[in-house]
């Protein structure tokens, strides 16, 4: 079976995203004997490419005139597919990913199924594909009768990814200057996004709650989020205690942040509070309070002092640093 | 300017009880008794086409909320835009749809299907194609990015396919720019782009910040649209031969229950030491730490 | 008079720096409660701002600064969750203090033989619950406010919960409480099951809002849980006049299901009953407590409901779904201040209470009131209103109105909307003979008909504040006007 898989993300997105696709290039991998990898970009030309679970046979750099609009891609691919067909096409799960597969998947008379979490191959004939359904309560099980299947590949939260320079593969570069012109877009700027809270798009965040105690005590906790990488976020008792900034807190009346690793120290765990930290990957929960709801949210707990517990996690990340 | 808005409302997942999920035997999109909503996004897609030429010096109902939705319309006189709502759904839209009729949209209109299609995108799309390439066309269609239950994010990408027009996705804003002239605001988490553009075209909607709570109806704009009906259509009154409705291509049934609850894993240990120890080993890989 | 600073600094030497806060923005969010949300979605805040919060951490300290408070004549607004909807926490005379007890937050007993529970008064009512439940017990308090509302504010505003018919309201569970007076008097009423010994003192506390003491620490009492025997059951009845008839008969034939709401249709629209009873309106019950009893309820309930005509049953699983949703934690709070400032749509209610043979009079009354002096009528987007306690005399009536604020700005709003609606809600309440105040407690927007409330006994009232609070320190602009 041949593929053609498209990473459409740029910038910071592109890693996660590729990071998406490994599970079902996993599981398809015994039945790959080919795949190829479009990258798109439209700022640097991308040096770097993902370690995937099987060899790339050639990249294809893509240039877009414009990231926004992604109808010129998709006649780009549907070229390419008439002149070197696959059997299936893997997009990233972007809103262009989504909107390429589903759009491909008519044009060549095949099939489409969106934001797969797995899949796997039932016959010669056959892909299934998994993905939420119902506002994610339930599991839809797709069956792909008809070539070219065209997938794209929902977030899959912890998978690390490898990226190399070298794509062991040819590599293809097609300037923006080949993809027509889009006579229906008179002007097309990019903006500049305003984040409102640094908390916003952070990877790693220290929450503290109102066990951190006192002022003094809170202090303590900077540098222990130096060592992490993390911002420090508060909840609300913190910040109506004037601990900390209002746009610290977390939470429904502040932000909702997803970051990869939380670690919540001293919060004994609210409705609202939690509901600001459901989408991290990874949360690890310390309070003195072994029945405190917050553990209820966690992945990870811990029941001690915050203070001696996060100092002696800043020594670990300090020695390891220096050794 | 004449747009259409396609919606179709969901049962409010919110409050079906988690084991009423764990369905036995066959699994439905149908979870039992609880209310129907719009669904979150679409809701922003109808607010989204109200605030759209509604300039704060325009008249109508809905120009005093147009002053917290946009600011960057074009002075002047408002252009005119009609205004339509759109589902393919059984009569328990019509609440939905007298509701849209209430808070401004001239027409709404109803394709009655003959079976659920929640997991049928390529009929859905057909469906609404030939209703756009019907009598009356729209310049633009407007979609939430989900679909109805069956979540499979096609509809408004299929719709384009079919029509062949153009398609952006993420949309979080619309206005009319100094000439008048379409202005779609795209924007994801981190990046944002303006593009000037000439309809026809398919917007799909993303995170709308500032439109994503439709307005509310005064009692006396309920009373009114009472007397208003919606139109309602059957698949017969459709040739839906021009597009491949069939989704023979595929086939889509629900199955389960995804497993996705936390477990908290506790750790243990003699010294607050110890325990940090465990958790940067575990949990904080060296990779990681930046 | 003490500045702001001499006050903050004082506080701080009783109770410590760390326990006093002076952050600007803290004080604004302390200077109002729910009453004035509108303006504090949009970030204004008129009220004059209090000097400090202070969070006591003990009975001594607040003794302590209730004592600082009387010498100086310092206005002190008690406060805990901040769940407050009636103006009860508004900050509304220069330099107050806030005595915020949420730091007293320990649960100090659960007595299992005894059935009782001792908190502090910072100890949140969810959380409270929750342990209890974790030994099959209950407390039987329920109110919508129960994620956000403390154990101090819910006896200090005689609340309710939505199992009130079975279990009562709060002055109904508590057993025995602490309180400090504005002298710096720490009193406890011990826990005992009845007594005759002179007039029942707890009643000088429970509903006291502040503005007589401070409660520190509450003792209420448990219930077995058995939630696996819960039964509701749910009719469409054609009007209010039947629905208040048949909950009447329900009652007073001496069933006592937890939950007994009457929705009209329009109040039941916007909780989505129009979908399945449209243009009906919507009669409640559930059934609890060991299983015979809880049975033995249903079976009494849809037994005289067998006796009337005209209604049609609902699925009662459906409400059983909607009504496992009602609570207002910090998520709608928060999705309700997304929706104001978004729509500039925003709503309030006014409860009130009266006897089975005028409740349906008040019902029409207010509503026909509205709908004819309400000068802004035609902003309206809701106007309606459910009944959700009631008792072998009668039961209440939660009017419920929601507007566009369309023919003011939203600082306006207060004075366009809600202030004359509110009024109109608790004259004809009062003409008609019912009680203006039903669970939200008097605040401070309802004073100006406290004395034709209570009539000839508001002497009784006026005498409690004049012995317990001789400097009017306490809360001023609540259940009393400012200017006696």
């Given at each position: ?323 | ?290 | ?53 202070v969070k006591p951490a003990d009975a001594r300290q607040v003794s302590a600064i209730l004592k600082f408070a009387s010498r100086h004549g310092i206005n002190c607004v008690p406060k805990t969750g901040g769940s407050a909807t009636e103006g009860g926490l508004e900050t509304v005379v220069e330099n107050s203090i806030v005595l915020d007890g949420s ?214 699983k459906r409400i059983e779904n909607w009504f496992n949703h009602l609570n207002w934690g910090p998520e709608k709070v928060a999705e309700e201040r997304e929706l104001i400032r978004k729509t500039l749509n925003t709503g309030f209610t006014t409860e009130v209470s009266g006897n089975w043979d005028i409740i349906h009079s008040i019902y029409e009354n ?88 209570h009539g000839s006994a508001y002497y009784i009232l006026e005498s409690l504040k004049q012995v317990f609070d001789p400097c009017r320190i306490m809360n001023k602009g609540t259940i009393f006007t400012v200017d006696p």
């Amino acid at each position: 079976m041949k593929a053609l898989a498209v990473l459409t993300g740029d910038g910071h997105e592109i890693r996660s995203r590729a990071s998406d696709m490994v599970p079902l290039l996993s599981s398809l991998a015994e039945s790959l004997s080919d795949l190829e990898l479009c990258m798109i970009y439209t700022g640097s030309v991308p040096d770097r490419f993902p370690e995937w679970p099987m060899a790339l046979s050639r990249v294809h750099r893509i240039q877009l005139p414009d990231a926004g609009v992604p109808d010129p891609l998709l006649d780009f691919i549907s070229d390419m597919a008439e002149t070197c067909p696959k059997n299936l096409y893997l997009f990233d799960g972007t809103d262009i990913g989504d909107c390429l597969a589903a759009r491909l998947g008519y044009r060549l008379a095949g099939s489409s199924c969106l934001q797969v979490q797995t899949c796997r191959m039932t016959d010669e004939k056959n892909l299934t594909s998994w993905r939420l359904a119902c506002g994610g309560h339930l599991l839809a099980r797709t069956v792909l009768e008809k070539f070219p299947w065209c997938l794209s590949a929902a977030a899959t939260p912890g998978t690390a990814l490898g990226w190399t320079g070298d794509s062991g593969c040819p590599v293809t570069d097609h300037p923006a200057a080949a993809m027509p012109v889009q006579s229906w877009v008179i002007s097309s700027v990019s903006v500049p996004v305003e984040t409102d809270s640094p908390l916003t798009g952070a990877d790693r965040i220290l929450v503290l709650g109102n066990g951190v105690g006192s002022r003094e005590n809170l202090a303590r906790m900077n540098p222990v989020a130096e060592a992490l990488g993390a911002q420090i976020g508060a909840t609300r008792p913190v910040v109506m205690n004037g601990w900390l900034p209002m746009a610290r807190l977390i939470g429904v009346s502040g932000t909702m942040v997803a970051p990869s690793l939380c670690i919540v120290a001293g919060a004994s765990g609210t409705g609202a509070f939690c509901a600001g930290i459901r989408q991290a990957e990874c949360i690890v929960a310390i309070n003195t309070d072994p029945d405190a709801p917050v553990f209820e949210t966690a992945d990870v707990g811990i029941v001690d002092d915050l203070v001696p517990v996060l100092l002696a996690l800043e020594t670990l990340i300090r020695k390891k640093e220096s050794s | 300017m004449k747009l259409a808005v396609c919606f179709k409302t969901i049962h409010d997942y919110a409050m079906v009880p988690p084991e009423d999920w764990q369905m036995t035997g066959r699994y439905t999109a149908d979870p039992g008794p609880v209310r129907q909503v719009f669904n979150c996004y679409e809701e922003s897609a109808l607010e989204m086409a109200l605030a759209l030429g509604n300039s704060p010096l325009s008249s109508g109902p809905a120009s005093k909320n147009a002053v917290l939705t946009d600011s960057g319309d074009a002075a002047g006189p408002p252009l005119r835009v009609e205004r339509t709502a759109l589902t393919v759904d059984d009569n328990r839209a019509d609440l939905f749809l007298r509701h849209l009729i209430a808070v401004g949209y001239d027409r709404a209109v109803r394709v009655a299907p003959d079976r659920d299609l929640d997991f049928s995108p390529r009929t859905v799309a057909a469906t609404l194609a030939t209703w756009i390439t019907g009598s009356d066309p729209p310049d633009l269609m407007i979609f939430g990015p989900r679909g109805g239950a069956g979540e499979h994010c096609q509809t408004g990408p299929l719709v384009a396919e079919m029509l062949g027009w153009p398609c952006l996705m993420s949309v979080a804003a619309l206005a009319f720019d100094d000439s008048r002239r379409l202005r779609v605001t795209c924007r994801k988490d981190r990046s944002c782009r303006i593009h000037v553009v000439e309809p026809p075209l398919v917007l799909v909607t993303g995170i709308a910040t500032e439109t994503n709570r439709l307005r509310i109806p005064t009692l006396k704009q309920k009373l009114d649209a009472r007397n208003r009906s919606v139109q309602v259509l059957s698949l017969a009154d459709l040739d839906l031969s021009r597009f491949d409705s069939g989704d023979k291509a595929s086939s889509t049934d629900l199955v389960g229950v995804p497993k996705s609850h936390r477990t908290c894993t506790m750790i243990h240990g003699d010294s607050p030491q110890e325990k940090a120890q465990v958790l940067a080993d575990t949990y904080l890989k060296p990779e990681q730490v930046p | 008079m003490l500045s702001r600073q001499a006050i903050a600094d004082q506080l701080s030497d009783l109770v410590g720096r760390d326990r006093v806060i002076t952050d600007e923005q803290v004080l604004r969010e302390n200077s109002i409660d729910r009453y004035r949300k509108v303006q504090s979605v949009f970030g204004r805040y008129e009220l004059p701002l209090p000097a400090a919060v202070v969070k006591p951490a003990d009975a001594r300290q607040v003794s302590a600064i209730l004592k600082f408070a009387s010498r100086h004549g310092i206005n002190c607004v008690p406060k805990t969750g901040g769940s407050a909807t009636e103006g009860g926490l508004e900050t509304v005379v220069e330099n107050s203090i806030v005595l915020d007890g949420s730091d007293m937050n320990r649960i100090i007993e659960i007595n299992p033989v005894s059935m009782m529970a001792t908190a502090q008064c910072g100890v949140n009512l969810e959380v409270l619950e929750n342990k209890v439940r974790r030994q099959g017990l209950t407390i039987g308090h329920s109110p919508q406010s129960k994620p956000l509302a403390m154990m101090g504010g819910l006896v200090a505003t005689r609340s309710i919960g939505q199992f009130s018919t079975l279990y009562g309201g709060i002055e109904d569970m508590v057993v025995g409480l602490e309180a400090v007076f504005p002298n710096g008097e720490i009193t406890r009423i011990k826990n005992v099951p009845r007594r005759a010994c002179g007039p029942d003192i707890r009643h000088v506390i429970i509903g006291n809002e502040g503005a007589l003491c401070f409660i520190t620490e509450v003792t209420v009492k448990l219930y077995r849980y058995y939630p696996e025997n819960n039964r509701f059951l749910a009719y469409a009845m054609p009007d209010m006049k039947s629905g208040f008839e048949m909950l009447r008969e329900i009652i007073t034939a001496g069933y006592r299901p937890s939950i007994a709401r009457l929705y009209d249709a329009e109040d039941g629209a916007q909780h989505g009953f129009d979908q399945f009873a449209p243009d009906r309106c919507v009669l409640m019950f559930m059934a609890e407590g060991p299983a015979p009893l809880a049975r033995a309820t249903a079976q009494g309930i849809e037994e005289i409901a067998g006796r009337y005509t005209g209604w049609n049953p609902i699925d009662s699983k459906r409400i059983e779904n909607w009504f496992n949703h009602l609570n207002w934690g910090p998520e709608k709070v928060a999705e309700e201040r997304e929706l104001i400032r978004k729509t500039l749509n925003t709503g309030f209610t006014t409860e009130v209470s009266g006897n089975w043979d005028i409740i349906h009079s008040i019902y029409e009354n207010t509503l026909n009131r509205i709908k004819t002096d309400f000068p802004h009528v035609d902003d309206l987007t809701l106007l309606g209103g459910h009944s959700s306690h009631s008792y072998q005399t009668g039961t209440n009536m939660y009017f419920v109105y929601d507007y566009n604020i369309n023919a003011c700005s939203p600082d306006r709003e207060l004075e366009t909307y809600h202030v004359p609606l509110n009024a109109m809600v608790v004259e004809e309440t009062l003409k008609a003979g019912g009680s203006m105040v039903h669970h939200h407690g008097i605040g401070k927007y309802r004073t100006p008909w406290t004395r034709q409330e209570h009539g000839s006994a508001y002497y009784i009232l006026e005498s409690l504040k004049q012995v317990f609070d001789p400097c009017r320190i306490m809360n001023k602009g609540t259940i009393f006007t400012v200017d006696p």
